[in-house]
């Protein structure tokens, strides 16, 4: 693994994986870039930014609970 990748590298890598592969990356990336509109996604930028701030501010929620309309995360 190249140690030099950024969060926007990690996240295209691990997007364009072929489905078998047991590639996977940390929910803090995956979280902020998913919370991106789909077209930023593809902004280098804007998605370290997003990776950065989301660090930054940590879990929006914990594990197990609800969102604003009451519908429960997922535990897994």
Same mark, same amino acid.
């Given at each position: 693994?190249?140690?030099?990748?950024?969060?926007f590298?990690?996240?295209?890598?691990?997007?364009?994986?072929?489905?078998?592969?047991?590639?996977? +990356?940390?929910?803090? +990336?995956?979280?902020?870039?998913?919370?991106? @509109? @789909?077209?930023?996604?593809?902004?280098?930028?804007?998605?370290?930014?997003?990776?950065?701030?989301?660090?930054?501010?940590? @879990?929006?929620?914990?594990?197990?609970?609800?969102?604003?309309?009451?519908?429960?995360?997922?535990?897994?």
């Open positions: 693994m190249n140690d030099n990748k950024d969060a590298d990690l996240w295209w890598e691990w997007a364009e994986k072929p489905l078998d592969s047991p590639l996977t +990356i940390d929910s803090e +990336i995956h979280d902020a870039v998913m919370a991106l @509109p @789909p077209d930023e996604r593809r902004d280098r930028a804007k998605v370290n930014e997003a990776v950065r701030e989301g660090l930054r501010l940590g @879990p929006l929620r914990p594990a197990g609970s609800e969102d604003q309309f009451g519908v429960p995360k997922a535990t897994e």
